[in-house]
């Protein structure tokens, strides 16, 4: 056990070093800059390359860090869910894993977006109407997410409803229906209050590129989440579920799984981030591709 | 967002800036800015607005401030408080409600001015081309 937390502990600690020292000039900052308004079809001014360098490179310090943070707890939990549960504590793990990630992720964005301050003396842009995630993502994107959750959270339940008299299986179903619970409330959260933020923008254009930030970690969020539901199944599988059940629910996340993938990859997706500040993106004047 | 798709042409983005360098005070910007929008049509009646708390926070202003502007606001019946529910922009009249908004712009800014009421009217009397 000691090896086990020293050994995460040590993973944790090398992707937070290294997400913190990497080493990030000013050309990559600018190149990363140029990248991302290619990549959402935004007009670049020169002023704006500096500060959305910097907001992309605290970004991607973000992502190394969650990602390292994450690994390092699921080295901990492993160890220390594994022994007790044998089999049953393959899925639990790796949910366990997947929600501090996850959890990390989503949170650590705010974190993000409130470190992008602009200095006292700037004007500030936000927007009147506050934003809700679907300004952001689509609903068929945010619903297959629910969806999936619900596969995970149902598979869970139904390892809790036929556990038996057997403490151990007992005791290993119902953690795995509570970190699955945790998980979709998690995510349910963090999507919301990083979609209701506080913009760092001073004018319209910057704040179309705080939106289009804000889009972009939202569905990298949901998207790390579609594979969750295979592990809830397994563990469903693996309690003897009947064929029709399991069944049913591989359906409901296959189904999801392939709109959510379409969806997300879909032009309207791509652009909804701009709903909120130009109506539709045919007549939106700030594009590169016009 | 239900009717985004449906817009076909270029819309004023609904958004508010703060100037700290502006001669303006903070809530005047933000009751300047709700006037015009809710006069272009940019913010359409019964559009919910952010509580005074969230916009202060995202304006990095004081919440006193935007809650000198939504008071301005109301009394001007440009907003209206629903009690728990929100703030609402108003329902109005357009002529009416533009000819209102424009008189409590010009009164605003008589005031700012330090000009005499009774000198205010007549410049608008003189305009108007209403003797006495």
Not at chain 1, 70 to 95: Q, R, S, T, Y
Not at chain 2, 31 to 54: C, E
Request: hydrophobic share 50%; glycine share 10%.
């Amino acid at each position: 056990m000691p090896i086990a937390l020293l050994g995460g502990a040590a993973v944790a600690a090398v992707a937070v070093v290294l997400a913190v020292r990497w080493p990030v000039n000013d050309a990559k900052r600018a190149a990363s800059a140029l990248a991302f308004a290619q990549k959402v079809d935004l007009g670049l001014r020169p002023d704006l390359v500096g500060p959305l360098g910097d907001r992309l490179a605290r970004r991607a310090r973000l992502r190394l860090g969650a990602a390292g943070a994450g690994l390092g707890a699921g080295i901990v939990i492993m160890a220390l869910v594994l022994p007790g549960h044998g089999e049953h504590g393959w899925p639990i793990a790796f949910l366990g894993y997947w929600t501090v990630t996850l959890v990390g992720y989503g949170f650590g964005t705010l974190v993000v977006q409130a470190m992008d301050d602009l200095g006292g003396q700037r004007p500030r842009a936000a927007h009147l109407v506050t934003p809700t995630v679907l300004d952001f993502v689509t609903p068929a994107e945010l619903w297959c997410i629910r969806v999936m959750a619900l596969v995970v959270v149902t598979a869970a339940g139904f390892g809790v409803a036929t556990a038996g008299a057997d403490a151990g299986q007992r005791t290993a179903a119902v953690a795995l229906l509570a970190t699955s619970a945790l998980l979709w409330l998690a995510l349910e959260l963090s999507i919301m209050l990083v979609a209701r933020s506080r913009p760092a923008a001073s004018d319209v254009q910057s704040l179309a590129f705080d939106d289009a930030m804000r889009a972009d970690s939202l569905r990298a969020t949901l998207s790390a989440s579609t594979f969750l539901p295979t592990l809830a199944i397994g563990a469903m599988y693996d309690a003897g579920a009947p064929l029709w059940f399991a069944g049913a629910l591989v359906l409901a996340y296959v189904g999801a799984f392939i709109v959510f993938v379409w969806s997300e990859h879909s032009p309207v997706a791509k652009q909804r981030f701009r709903h909120r500040l130009w109506g539709t993106p045919v007549t939106d004047p700030s594009t590169l591709s016009r | 967002m239900g009717d985004a798709g449906d817009r076909s042409e270029y819309l004023e983005p609904v958004i508010i800036t703060i100037d700290p360098r502006s001669a303006l005070p903070p809530y005047e910007q933000i009751r300047s800015q709700v006037v015009a929008l809710a006069s272009s049509g940019g913010l359409r009646a019964g559009t919910r607005l952010p509580t005074v708390r969230t916009l202060a926070g995202h304006l990095g202003l004081a919440v006193n401030t935007v809650a000198h502007a939504y008071r301005a606001l109301e009394r001007d019946g440009v907003i209206e408080t629903r009690g728990r529910h929100g703030t609402f922009v108003a329902a109005r009249d357009s002529v009416h409600g533009q000819a209102q908004q424009a008189a409590a712009a010009y009164a605003d800014q008589t005031r700012r001015l330090g000009l005499d009421p009774a000198e205010a009217l007549r410049l608008v009397r003189t305009e108007l081309g209403v003797q006495g």
